[in-house]
């Protein structure tokens, strides 16, 4: 195992955090890191969004469906797509688990929000003032750890198939 296998692997979804502040330094290189994802043609089609601010926090919390736990999260990226360009959705989806993994490197939890087609995708655009030519692809509240609850994952051998798939 290397660290990088190490870091994706010791990678779970967390929803509950510490009132610690995520240091500039830290929110600086995820979004190095977030700049560094591939994309189609190399277009980067995205707007990357830093949100500390508590009060703001509760806006974007208030606004989901299943993400009232950004409130309590030290910082939230919001990731949007410029909505024109052909894959902005895969592109975007590859700075957000950048995002994430480059939040576990540092020991910073992390659980991604859909946005994507979400009805309150919109509202968070305009909260945010974001142009128009955007659309939220997804938030990712982060701080550090106050719980982590470890989900099962479904076995290797259940998931996966080399060469064709043939029903055993």
Known sequence: MNVGTTIIKCRHSVRSF???PVEDQVIRDV???ARQAPTAMNKQPWLIG???????LKQIADLTDHGKFIA?????????GERD???YLEDCCAATENIIIALQSYGVGSCWVAGEK????PEVVNLLKVPEKYTLVSLIPAGYP????????KD????TFFETFEQG
């Open 85 to 87: 360009a052909k894959y």
């Open 146 to 153: 106050a719980d982590i609850v470890l989900q099962k994952k």
């Open 18 to 20: 510490k009132p610690t």
């Open 156 to 159: 290797l051998d259940t998931i």
């Open 31 to 33: 979004l190095e890191c």
């Open 72 to 80: 309590d999260a030290a910082v939230c990226f919001a990731v949007f």
């Open 118 to 121: 979400k009805p309150y995708a």
């Open 50 to 56: 830093v949100i500390r601010e508590q009060a703001l």
